[in-house]
């Protein structure tokens, strides 16, 4: 799990092509001396694993499938890059949870500058729009960033502060550049979760036959359910 503040702005040193994956070098100095091999990191909102670290080096590989739904097959060297460790217990919960799973790319339309600040309207999916709320969170790149009041009809509008534009990469972002998009978990399980075949609980010791949404002990056990066996 990630929240969406940035560590460190990387910047990409190389690119190799491995057996079934694509190795990413990245120039990070703070988090090369704090991460380990096996350590989970988001980079531009994509969740990596460390798989080597070498001085001021981290290397994470990506499979055909991060390619594809991602903007990570279109990294250059020297592109720069949002970085985030996973969130360890006890950690502060600044920004939203994220899974650095990514939901899909979408387009910068536009921009406006005013005071050091940066509004930044991107183009999405309808896949991707069923998921904004007014006022509520979405992570571009990997950041976690608060979504306008709408309304949703080709995408959305965010802004940023000038610390924010500061310490990321959005300080050179241009229109037409393409960006990660993650939206809330929360609003995605709100709007998706199915919880009517979740039996209801009961205090009594006999199985549940049947629930109010019509569920038996049968349709219970072929979806996995085991008979819990009494230990008295």
Known sequence: MFTGLIRELGA???????????RLDIEAP???????????VAVNGICLTVTRRSGRLISVEAVGETRRLTTLGTWRR??????????????????????GHVDGVGTVHKLKHDRGGLAVTILAA???RIFLVPKGSVAVDGVSLTVDEGPFKTGF??????????VTRFAKVRVGDCVNLEMD????AARLGNFGEL??????????????????????????????????
């Not at 990409?12 to 694509?22: E, I, N, Q, R």
């Not at 509008?157 to 924010?164: E, M, N, Q, Y």
């Not at 036959?209 to 219970?220: D, I, P, Y």
């Open 185 to 188: 978990v929360l609003v995605k």
């Open 157 to 166: 509008t965010v802004h940023l502060i000038p610390h924010t534009v500061a």
């Open 199 to 232: 039996p209801s609980l009961s205090n009594d010791e006999q199985p549940v036959t049947e629930t109010a949404n019509g569920l038996t002990m049968e349709k219970l056990l072929a979806k996995g359910f085991h008979r819990t066996q009494s230990r008295k």
């Open 78 to 99: 020297g592109t720069l890059l949002h970085l985030e460790p996973a969130l360890r217990v006890g950690d502060p919960l600044d920004g939203h949870l994220m899974q």
């Open 126 to 128: 309808a896949a991707q």
């Open 30 to 40: 703070d988090l090369a001396r704090t991460m380990a091999v096996g350590d989970s």
């Open 12 to 22: 990409l040193k190389s690119v190799v092509a491995t057996t079934g994956a694509t």
